[in-house]
């Protein structure tokens, strides 16, 4: 198999998706009610993590049918998106795992050299 980066890659573009709705179901189910936060904060997140599975998703989709150039635009996007959401929430009081500022950076890098795979996919199609 020749091409095995790009479905490894596409794989991760999966898993992505599916935690963020995971992240959004467990919104819905009042994971976040004990919080402190404010309910208009909670349905931010709820609706924002929303956006990102559904982005996600597009990415993957458009990968899948060799919209490269269009699937890396989104995800460099949605990399600025969730390095935004990870320095703007972990001050916050909110179930987040231990060194979320750490890893969540490191995922959002991860984020950016998929993009990068995808920006070189379209230069070789």
């Not at 924002?48 to 060799?66: E, M």
Request: charged letters at 10%.
């Amino acid at each position: 198999m020749k091409n095995w980066p790009f479905f490894l890659w596409c794989a991760f573009f999966l898993i992505l998706a599916l935690n963020f709705a995971s992240t959004v179901l467990a919104i819905l189910g009042g994971d976040f009610d004990g919080t402190g936060l404010p309910q208009e904060m909670t349905v931010m997140e709820a609706v924002t993590n929303g956006f990102a599975a559904l982005g996600w998703a597009t990415v993957l989709i458009s990968a899948f049918f060799k919209r490269y150039l269009t699937a890396a635009r989104l995800a460099v996007f949605l990399a600025g998106f969730f390095f935004f959401d990870v320095i703007t929430t972990f001050v916050l009081p909110m179930p987040l795992p231990p060194y979320f500022l750490i890893w969540g950076s490191v995922v959002a890098g991860l984020m950016l050299l998929g993009a990068r795979h995808l920006q070189k996919e379209a230069r070789h199609a």
